[in-house]
């Protein structure tokens, strides 16, 4: 059960595009299309933007995107808003019932 | 509104226990798969552990495997998180969350989540 790896940080401009990767193994972000990615703001719980790879929840803006490829996932954000800014975390189902997060990556609107 | 609310966090020393439990309300709690994740402070999230909708099946991270039990009370719309033998590096907030369609969801287990609950660890 390694945690997922991630970039430590991005950056972007207001109305730029970023991605943020996230590497497992063929256990996890490899062997299933179960990645899901959390928006995390200081102090607050996280909040799920990207369930089953690249599926979106209501209300999540369509900025928003996720995909897969190999043992690699991606997430991106288009149109980057100041709002945008927070830690983001990627997750893998892992088999027999047990998860894997990513370390996080912390996005910073210039 | 769907909405969870833990508590039972507090200061506790090495070697110790807690009961946290989490509160669910605004949708049917039976149905869903329900985990624990923590966080350390500064830390990212670790997935703890997860039990399914009727609690009868349970699954735990190896690093907290024979020490925290997890449970839940369907008729009090409630969950639970047994702690022991609590060492510093349990230090955490401890966040439940719910999945986001019934049965397991395993890409959507965590639709949901708390505000937290915080645990410390320390003599």
């Known amino acids: 059960q390694s945690a997922l790896t991630q970039p430590a940080s991005v950056s972007g401009s207001p109305g730029q595009s970023i991605t943020i990767s996230c590497t497992g193994t063929?256990?996890?972000?490899?062997?299933?299309?179960?990645v899901s990615w959390f928006q995390q703001h200081p102090g607050k719980a996280p909040k799920l933007m990207i369930y089953?790879?690249?599926e979106r929840p209501s209300g999540v803006p369509d900025r928003f995107s996720g995909s897969k490829s190999g043992n690699t996932a991606s997430l991106t954000i288009s149109g980057l808003q100041a709002e945008d800014e927070a830690d983001y975390y990627c997750c893998s189902y892992a088999g027999t019932y047990t998860w894997v997060f990513g370390g996080g990556t912390k996005l910073t609107v210039l | 509104e769907v909405q969870l609310l833990e508590s039972g966090g507090g200061l506790v020393q090495p070697g110790g226990s807690l009961r946290l439990s989490c509160a669910a309300s605004g949708f049917t709690f039976s149905s869903y798969a329900t985990s624990w994740v923590r966080q350390a402070p500064g830390k990212g999230l670790e997935w703890v552990s997860v039990?399914?909708?009727?609690?009868?099946?349970?699954y735990y991270a190896d690093s907290v495997k024979g020490r925290f039990t997890i449970s839940r009370d369907n008729s009090k719309n409630a969950l639970y998180l047994q702690v022991n033998s609590l060492r510093a590096e349990d230090t955490a907030v401890y966040y439940c969350a719910k999945a986001g369609s019934t049965g397991w969801s395993k890409g959507n287990a965590f639709d949901i989540w708390g505000q937290g609950t915080m645990v410390t660890v320390s003599s």
């Open positions: 089953d790879v690249g």
């Open positions: 063929s256990s996890d972000v490899g062997g299933y299309n179960y």
């Open positions: 039990i399914s909708g009727t609690g009868g099946s349970t």
